[in-house]
């Protein structure tokens, strides 16, 4: 049974594996046109909850994707031995033994951010992100665009965090990179910047609602950065039409 | 021809548009205005002319990036408006960039994120006041104290330019904010005791309130706002006052000082009756002044926080689609609209 014969009629393929993976586009899908957090918009519960300071974005960012990573390559490995019916719950049980390493090897080396992040560790499982990838893609590609693809996402989804958390940090606060010896051990006490000095703390940015206007903004400017890329991709195309109609009018 | 898009409020009198309703509304603030000024100086002079600034920057810029006529929507006094409004909420010795937040909050993410005038589902004035009380809990509740230490002009500036270190001398905490937190005394014992609970303090702030009380009286006898939102809600607040005052005189505060203080009558005759944020039938707008003054009175007594206006009113700006749902009036000569899931079928 190949993998082509596992997929039900009617769900969207995405690259599908005939043509042969492009690396090129996996890539530019995770980190920018189909972005976890800024397109699909999942995962958002981790998103919003944790992005309240860099160290806290990047921690959970790169928990996330490496969750993400050893799930699509497993889920991609196993994808011609699971049955249609069953293929949800085998899949969270790949995501969810990942996660529980992770929260572990968090738990063993960053104590305090494992700390911090508290709830949010074990509930990477329920992030929708991975379960969307392993169902999407890693179930229907071999495992090498798979891992680029788990990679990419998480990447995507990181880079948001970490934006995210840094306009919080910085407006919340006053400062970026506070406490980042919580994940890079102690030399990284000094990379704290203090932006703004005797700055008062605008708490509203630190709370949830700042996180959403926080991802709205973020998603405007996204928008805002494809509209203008697609217009000048249209006024280079009018301009090629024109020099090739005057090539078949002197044809 | 051009047709221009002409957004609500809607007003069916001839010549009353927009602008005229706004200009009118920020007439009106005016006897409040000069209280507050006479009992608390001129703190709230200067913010207005911060907060009126802010919001005409803010208004142009985003109406410069959304590609709208400027001068049409700046000339509707609608920025104006809810800068006088916040300019009158906030406390006289906030910091300058405190107002500047405030104001440019609301009208950029109240209101123009929405869509601008007529879209905004929240009353923008009272987004950027919530949003400047949870970040900035200790300057937005320090009052001048009217206890006979009203600062000079310059000290005002001073204070609001954050050159003057000695403001706290002339702030304490108000009535309202000092009987939250009597701390188990009785109600009579604070009353006597209390800095911000004196007679002198007590009655400026009741001026001040009779003085919007008066401002909203005028609204509603040039047909401005109706007396429904404001009667409801002033209503309800004295009801619950009073029954938990009736329960309990030692420990809870009387109706005529949950009426006097804080910002009941600006709110009640000035936030609540927002004609875009509230609702639009009068029998709704009798639901949702009620509401609003339950929750100011739940918020004053058990909430976090030492006046609950801004959230009352923001809590029932979320309810307001649903009341005007409820509460449509029957048009004439039709049946009263049956409601809800109808299995039976008939009608």
Not at chain 1, 43 to 65: E, F, K, Q, R
Not at chain 1, 67 to 74: E, H, T
């Amino acid at each position: 049974m190949s993998a082509e014969d596992t997929l039900a009629p009617d769900t969207p393929v995405e690259n599908p594996a005939p043509s042969g993976p492009n690396y090129g586009e996996i890539l530019y899908n995770g980190i920018w046109k189909n972005n976890p957090a800024l397109v699909q918009l999942l995962g958002l519960c981790p998103l919003l909850a944790v992005t309240s300071t860099v160290v806290n974005a990047i921690g959970l960012g790169l928990a996330t994707t490496v969750v993400l990573l050893g799930s699509n390559i497993a889920v991609s490995l196993i994808r011609n031995y699971v049955s249609e019916a069953v293929r949800l719950p085998a899949f969270v049980m790949i995501i969810a033994s990942f996660t529980t390493c992770i929260e572990l090897i968090m738990q063993a080396y960053t104590y305090e951010l494992y700390q911090i992040l508290g709830i949010f560790i074990p509930l990477i499982v329920t992030n929708c992100a991975i379960l969307g990838r392993a169902d999407a893609f890693a179930s229907r590609n071999p495992v090498a665009p798979s891992a680029l693809d788990g990679l990419m996402m998480g990447l995507g989804f990181t880079m948001v965090l970490v934006l995210l958390g840094a306009m919080r940090e910085l407006i919340g606060q006053g400062t970026l990179f506070t406490d980042m010896h919580l994940l890079f051990g102690e030399m990284a006490t000094s990379w704290r910047l203090e932006i703004f000095s005797n700055y008062p703390n605008v708490l509203f940015a630190i709370l949830p609602p700042g996180a959403f206007i926080g991802l709205g903004l973020l998603i405007a400017i996204k928008n805002y950065l494809d509209e203008k890329e697609k217009a000048r991709i249209a006024k280079e195309q009018e301009g090629q039409e024109k020099v090739s109609r005057r090539v078949r009018v002197t044809d | 021809m051009a047709l221009l898009r002409i957004t609500s409020p809607h007003t069916h009198r001839a010549g009353r548009r927009t602008s005229w309703v706004m200009l009118m509304v920020i007439l009106a603030t005016i006897p409040g205005l000069i209280a507050q000024t006479w009992f608390f100086g001129y703190g709230t002079l200067i913010n207005l002319v911060i907060a009126m600034l802010t919001a005409l920057v803010s208004e142009a810029l985003i109406l410069k990036i959304r590609q709208r006529p400027i001068g049409f929507f700046l000339k509707d006094y609608s920025a104006i408006l809810t800068a006088v409004l916040l300019a009158l909420a906030l406390p006289p010795t906030v910091p300058w960039w405190l107002t500047v937040t405030a104001v440019a909050f609301s009208i950029i993410f109240a209101k123009q994120v929405y869509g601008g005038l007529g879209n905004n589902p929240f009353n923008p004035a009272m987004v950027g006041y919530a949003i400047c009380l949870v970040s900035f809990p200790v300057p937005m509740t320090q009052w001048i104290g009217a206890a006979g230490a009203v600062p000079s002009f310059s000290d005002s500036l001073a204070a609001i330019f954050g050159t003057l270190p000695t403001i706290d001398s002339y702030t304490m905490a108000t009535p309202l904010d000092a009987f939250k937190h009597k701390q188990g005394m009785m109600s009579s014992e604070a009353f006597a005791t209390v800095p911000g609970l004196q007679e002198l303090s007590l009655s400026s702030w009741m001026w001040v309130n009779l003085a919007y009380l008066a401002g909203g009286l005028f609204l509603i006898w040039q047909r401005i706002i109706t007396w429904h939102t404001p009667v409801s809600m002033l209503a309800a607040l004295a009801v619950m006052a009073g029954f938990f005052y009736a329960i309990d005189p030692s420990n809870a505060a009387s109706p005529l000082f949950h009426l006097t203080s804080g910002a009941a009558m600006l709110g009640a005759f000035f936030i609540a009756t927002d004609p875009v944020s509230s609702c639009t039938s009068n029998r709704g707008k009798l639901f949702y002044g009620a509401g609003i003054g339950i929750l100011v009175y739940i918020i004053r007594t058990w909430g976090g926080y030492p006046d609950g206006v801004a959230f009352g009113v923001l809590l029932m700006n979320f309810a307001a689609p649903l009341l005007d749902y409820y509460t449509q009036p029957r048009t004439y000569g039709h049946k009263k609209a049956k409601k809800g899931i109808n299995p039976g079928g008939e009608g």
